[in-house]
């Protein structure tokens, strides 16, 4: 057993301009993310109070619509009627899609904590990460998983007890494709992880951007995409490269159906590949489509920033689209021959399945989430710092842009990070490892 230290990681770099919108758009959040990942910083989210239903939206559950949103509120909605049944409060705002197990719905917020509540909205257990949580919460054997946005991924038991934690380099914000005892999930630090149920590492698969994709698990193969514009084809034993395909746009949703790949980018299209990585067709809008589409009897349902949900058939023909009153990024509903979906207009909407409005649900507040700018100009005083950390770890050579050491499983470091703006000058340290 050996001992190594992590000191703070080195870094020369003029700040860039970074421009963005303070209305509160998936796009221009990720613009903001990007470039301050690429100046040197932890991605963050700095999103202020509104009604806005974002990438929270949704889950279905005995016909009764679970989601949380930038109200600082989960929602149980009546699938039927519209109607609420009950709200539950949190002290932030809330992106993180729920999960339900065994009558427990589970879900984060940005205050910090994994929520796990009954099915009449009472408080069961909350267990604080103490970090914004963002990503889809999955349960699997008996255990919750969630990434946030320390770079940690998590495992919690079903009654809220860390079983065990794993640290990468940057913010996680999607959660792990779940195969036979193996996860596979993505970090902003540019790598691709697999780690067994029992938080040992696999493998890793190094990207050339940021990822920020639920990778696709399918007959021993991983679907993902990258912002360095590739989807690509991993072996699931080994990590291995099977193909890649460019295509004309950051990749931000990956969903597999009848052997075709439906792809959103950061552009004005989806498209559809083969699993040999071929395109086949593209579907063109007016804004970008963020989330994964969603498949049901043969139609594709996804959202845009056009304000659009549209409805496509497997060959890329539309037969409806819908338009809300504002941008939508969340991945659909389709249930009892209905489809549901929340837009940034602070509304969730029930259409039929030839696109007709049968309801909304407006959130407690009507006006849009910001951009909170207090808190990101609050963020330029402090710097970004990785603290000396002690691993005790043994086994094969692990690296990361910050650190280099020899271990199995790193997962038991924590990385903390603080952030800044003024760059220029920053004082690049060595990073060191010994033993």
């Not at 950061?266 to 804004?287: E, M, N, P, S």
């Not at 470091?413 to 004082?427: C, D, L, Q």
């Amino acid at each position: 057993m050996s001992k190594y230290y992590f000191q703070e990681e080195c870094l020369t770099s003029e700040q860039p301009e970074i421009g963005f919108g303070n209305e509160f758009g998936e796009l221009e959040i990720v613009g903001y993310l990007v470039a301050v990942a690429r100046s040197g910083f932890a991605p963050v989210w700095a999103i202020k109070t509104g009604g806005t239903v974002n990438n929270s939206f949704g889950v279905m559950h005995k016909g009764i619509i679970y989601f949380g949103a930038c109200d600082h509120l989960f929602y149980a909605v009546d699938a039927a009627t519209g109607q609420k049944i009950w709200d539950f409060k949190t002290d932030d705002v809330i992106l993180s899609k729920p999960c339900i197990a065994k009558d427990t719905i589970y879900f984060g917020s940005f205050d910090g904590n994994l929520y796990a509540i009954d099915l009449k909205g009472s408080l069961k257990w909350k267990y604080p990460v103490r970090s914004k949580i963002s990503c889809t919460i999955k349960h699997a054997g008996g255990r919750l998983f969630l990434g946030a946005e320390d770079g940690k991924f998590y495992c919690i038991s079903l009654d809220g007890k860390l079983i065990w934690h794993f640290a990468t380099m940057d913010s996680i914000v999607e959660n792990a494709a779940i195969g036979d005892n193996i996860l596979v999930f993505t970090s902003w630090d540019k790598n691709v992880y697999a780690l067994d149920f029992d938080g040992n590492i696999v493998w890793k698969f190094r990207a050339k951007a940021e990822l920020n994709v639920e990778p696709v698990i399918d007959n021993g193969v991983v679907y993902l995409g990258s912002a360095d514009k590739n989807m690509y084809a991993l072996d699931l034993k080994t990590g291995g490269e099977i193909w890649r395909t460019s295509l004309d746009g950051a990749v931000r949703g990956v969903t597999l159906a009848k052997e075709t790949l439906l792809v959103t980018v950061y552009a004005d299209k989806i498209h559809a590949l083969d699993t040999d990585g071929k395109v086949i067709w593209a579907f063109k809008t007016k804004g970008y489509s963020v989330s994964p589409p969603i498949v049901s009897d043969d139609v594709i349902y996804f959202t845009s920033t056009d304000k659009n949900i549209y409805a496509l058939d497997m060959d890329g023909n539309m037969k409806w689209k819908f338009p809300a009153k504002a941008l939508s990024v969340a991945q659909p509903i389709v249930w009892d021959g209905k489809v549901y979906f929340g837009s940034y207009d602070c509304n969730v909407y029930c259409l039929d399945l030839d696109g007709k409005l049968l309801w909304r649900f407006q959130t407690s507040r009507s006006d849009v989430s910001k951009i909170d700018l207090d808190e990101y100009q609050g963020r330029k005083q402090k710097k970004f710092i990785l603290k000396p950390q002690v691993v005790n770890a043994e086994g094969e050579s692990y690296k990361t842009e910050h650190c280099t050491a020899e271990g199995g499983n790193l997962g038991q470091y924590t990385v903390e990070t603080g952030y800044t703006t003024n760059m220029a000058k920053y004082k690049k340290g060595v990073g060191k490892y010994g033993g």
